[in-house]
């Protein structure tokens, strides 16, 4: 992939030969370079970007986990339907250095702009977790 340009704006003196209501249009137009060049250069955010939003929800297992599960029901957000729901951030409530040693998998649909997740896997049996969701 190649770099970005150096160039991020246009001056009047690169234009000389130009009319003089070129000055009205200098100023938009290196505002909007300038917020292409910030945003391909690492500095967008999902939300700035995509259509996503961030979620944080409690999620409690029971005794008899993994074979029962309380589905859960989440607005997404979104104006669009979902496309994909992913774990940014997992940890047990009340103790975030506790090590996650399984991969949680999220089985969901998406029903009228609310996330209906219908099970959660790779958690442990009564217990009680944090987690962050990427919605997009």
Same mark, same amino acid.
């Given at each position: 992939m190649s770099k970005l340009p150096d160039l991020k704006r246009i001056l009047r003196e690169d234009v000389p030969d130009a009319p003089?209501?070129?000055n009205k249009i200098i100023y938009p137009?290196?505002?909007f370079f300038e917020a292409v060049y910030q945003g391909l250069n690492k500095q967008l955010t999902f939300s700035e970007n995509f259509a996503s939003t961030t979620k944080t929800v409690e999620v409690v297992t029971t005794s008899g986990y993994p074979g029962t599960f309380t589905a859960l029901k989440i607005p997404s957000g979104l104006a669009t339907t979902a496309e994909g729901v992913l774990i940014a951030q997992i940890?047990?409530?009340? !103790? !975030?250095y506790d090590i996650i040693t399984t991969s949680p998998f999220i089985n969901w649909v998406d029903v009228n702009s609310v996330i209906n997740i219908n099970h959660i896997s790779g958690l442990a049996a009564s217990s009680t977790y944090i987690l962050k969701l990427l919605i997009f």
């Open positions: 003089d209501w070129i137009v290196n505002q940890s047990l409530k009340g !103790s !975030s």
